[in-house]
C-alpha cells in the first residue's frame, strides 16, 4: 500500500510541476505574443480557469506528501520525503502570499477596467511563479530520489 502511495504521490506532484513549467515558459510567453487585447484576456481566463483548480491539487499535493512521510517513517528517503513536504508548504504559503492576490486581481480584468500598472503586476507575478516552480521541481525531484 506505502508503494502505491508513493508512486500515486510523486505522478500527482510530476503532473502539478508540469502544468505550472507550461504555464510559466510556453502559455505566457504565448499569451504575451497575441495581439493587442488578447494576451491579457487570455491571462485573465487562465486565472480564472487555473486558479479554481490548482488550490485543490496544491493542497492535495502536500497531504499525499505529509501521508507519505507519516507512513513511511522509518523507511529509507523519508527524510527526503519530508523535505519535499515542506518545500510544498513553502509553495503553498508563496501561492496564498504572493501570487493569489494578483491573479485574483489579473482574473477579472478587461481592457476597459484594467489598472494603469496591470502589465507590472503580471510581471511580478511571472516572476513569482518561476520561483514557485523552482520550489515544486525542487519537492519533485526529493519525492523522486526518494522512490529509488
Not at 42 to 62: E, K, S, T, V
Request: aromatic share 10%; no cysteine.
Amino acid at each position: 500500500m506505502l508503494n502505491a502511495l508513493e508512486v500515486f504521490t510523486t505522478v500527482i506532484v510530476g503532473l502539478m510541476v508540469g502544468v505550472e513549467f507550461s504555464v510559466a515558459f510556453v502559455m505566457n510567453r504565448i499569451f504575451n505574443a497575441l495581439p493587442e487585447d488578447s494576451g491579457q484576456l487570455a491571462r485573465a481566463h487562465g486565472g480564472r480557469m487555473l486558479g479554481a483548480l490548482m488550490p485543490f491539487w496544491y493542497i492535495g499535493a502536500l497531504v499525499l506528501s505529509a501521508v507519505w512521510a507519516i507512513a513511511g517513517r522509518g523507511h529509507s528517503g523519508a527524510g527526503l520525503v519530508v523535505i519535499a513536504a515542506a518545500l510544498l508548504i513553502v509553495s503553498v504559503l508563496m501561492s496564498i502570499l504572493l501570487l493569489v492576490p494578483i491573479n485574483n486581481r489579473g482574473k477579472t480584468w478587461t481592457p476597459e477596467n484594467r489598472p494603469a500598472d496591470w502589465k507590472e503586476q503580471t510581471s511580478r507575478w511571472d516572476r513569482y511563479h518561476y520561483v514557485r516552480v523552482g520550489v515544486i521541481i525542487a519537492a519533485f525531484a526529493f519525492l523522486v530520489t526518494a522512490l529509488v
